[in-house]
């Protein structure tokens, strides 16, 4: 079955205590993305990658690092989470953006509390 | 600048009414993808359309209906004889090519119309 899977699925947590959420895809996308949704905000683009090797900021990246070592895996990281990143996490990826944009498949999401 | 509108917040329905959920967007290109997501109670976000700005046909799959008028910049979505199923909060969503600046593939996403269909 083609998906995205992220791991964990919720977590709780303290401030400063590194963590890593896991993105997964098997469909051989090469564009991998993640968004937080916050109530009265929605759903906004933290970081992306076109391609292995090849990742860049999105809207609200501060305080979020990634990597893109494989093509179908790419984890957030939060190096010291603070209760502001609090939030709902989603991992998409979608075929190759270039010139068009393809809808993009997201994963069932990671519920973050940071206390 | 790239904005989504989807002023109806919240809309309640009785089982097997038709609704439209409006959505009206800002670019400043004249070439632009927008998409249409639902997400359900269990908080997954599931793709249902998109639609690029050179193709103003409209769609319709089964229950569900959209019409794309770039005269009014708007990309309206029609459930007809809604189900209890079809509660859910329904997101529409814009995405431009990148050399504006912006990042390559963002969804800039509307804030969502919380649909309730009530049996």
């Known amino acids: 079955e083609a998906q995205v899977t992220q791991n964990p699925r919720y977590l709780i947590t303290v401030t400063g205590k590194k963590l890593t959420v896991t993105c997964s895809q098997n469909?051989?996308?090469?564009?991998m993305s993640w968004y937080r949704q916050d109530p009265g905000l929605g759903l906004r683009q933290i970081y992306y990658s076109m391609n292995v090797e090849v990742t860049d900021k999105g809207d609200v990246p501060e305080g979020y690092k990634v990597s893109r070592k494989e093509k179908r895996n790419f984890p957030l990281i939060l190096e010291s989470p603070s209760p502001n990143q609090t939030s709902l996490y989603f991992c998409?990826?979608?075929?190759?953006?270039?010139?068009?944009?393809?809808?993009?498949?997201f994963g069932p999401g990671t519920r973050l509390t940071v206390t | 600048a790239q904005k989504v509108t989807q002023a109806q917040t919240e809309i309640s329905v009785v089982e097997k009414e038709d609704v439209t959920l409006d959505c009206v967007y800002e670019t400043r290109d004249t070439t632009y993808y927008l998409f249409w997501y639902k997400q359900p109670p269990s908080g997954e976000l599931v793709f249902l359309i998109r639609?690029?700005?050179?193709?103003?046909q409209n769609e319709i799959s089964g229950r569900y209906s959209w019409n794309f008028q770039k005269s009014t910049s708007s990309f309206n979505f029609t459930i007809t004889a809604s189900q209890v199923v079809d509660s859910a909060v329904y997101f529409c969503?814009?995405?431009?090519?990148?050399?504006?600046?912006?990042?390559?593939?963002?969804?800039?996403f509307g804030k969502g119309t919380k649909l309730s269909v009530k049996p």
């Open positions: 639609r690029n700005s050179f193709d103003e």
């Open positions: 469909m051989n996308h090469e564009y």
């Open positions: 998409a990826s979608s075929l190759t953006s270039g010139e068009a944009s393809y809808e993009q498949y």
């Open positions: 969503a814009l995405s431009e090519p990148p050399y504006y600046g912006g990042s390559q593939g963002n969804l800039i």
